[in-house]
Nanobody
């Protein structure tokens, strides 16, 4: 069983920054893809960023490119999402997820991920 716990959410003004963390426990997740998704009220869950644990290959949603950076700390079995230049449109509940399929290219589809955290709220005010 895998547990993913997000932290680092909060309220910031537009233009500010936050760093989200997602710590994994219960099972070694080395070599698995890790992703960040978000969901605003009334919207579907959408892809934000993902990373392949071995190659460190990353993929970003267009809305995240140039502003967000996904990274990992292997020793801590933790994945991070550094978010800069935040906009009110980034307001959402942010989830981290783990994909056990061992694909080289991380998936952008929520259905491809096997484990999910509970989410951490990010609120950006104008």
């Amino acid at each position: 069983q895998v547990q993913l716990v997000e932290s680092g959410g909060g309220s910031v003004q537009a233009g500010g920054s936050l760093r989200l963390s997602c710590a994994a426990s219960g099972r070694a997740l080395s070599s698995y893809n890790r992703g960040w998704f978000r969901q605003a009220p009334g919207n579907e869950r959408e892809f934000v960023a993902a990373i392949n644990w071995i190659s460190s290959r990353t993929i970003y949603a267009d809305s995240a490119k140039g502003r967000f950076t996904i990274s990992t700390d292997n020793a801590k079995n933790t994945v991070y999402l550094q978010m800069n230049s935040l906009e009110p449109e980034d307001t959402a509940l942010y989830y981290c997820a783990a994909d056990l399929s061992l694909t080289i290219v991380p998936s952008v589809l929520p259905g491809e991920y096997d484990y999910w955290g509970q989410g951490t709220q990010v609120t950006v005010s104008s």
